[in-house]
């Protein structure tokens, strides 16, 4: 695997729930805003100031962003990454975009 380089996004992060038919944020433009949506849930991460009252969420995380664009080929990016956190006993949660990957 080729060197990576991390780069710590300013902020306290947190991932939070709402149901599957709410609406998705609207956050600050140019804030980290990362919005998954299934037939279960609607999840969310970005700063913990744009958290709604009431929403069942999960606070205290920073990010580490994977400086990209990251091919598609490269394997092993979120492994070699992983791997030591696990070792540590430090969970993760991983957002992926087309360019590259988050770790909070």
Do not use: H, Q
Request: glycine fraction near 8%; charge should be negative.
């Amino acid at each position: 695997m080729n060197s990576l380089r991390l780069t710590v996004l300013p902020g306290e992060f947190s991932v939070w729930r709402l149901d599957a038919e709410d609406p998705p944020p609207s956050p600050e433009p140019g804030s980290f805003l990362s919005v998954t949506r299934t037939a279960d849930e609607l999840s969310i991460v970005a700063l913990s100031t744009e958290v709604p009252s009431g929403a069942t969420s999960e606070g205290g995380w920073r990010c580490l962003k994977v400086e990209g664009p990251l091919p598609f080929e490269m394997t092993g990016v979120l492994a070699g990454l992983s791997t030591p956190l696990a070792r540590a006993g430090i969970s993760i949660f991983v957002v992926s975009t087309y360019d590259t990957d988050y770790l909070l």
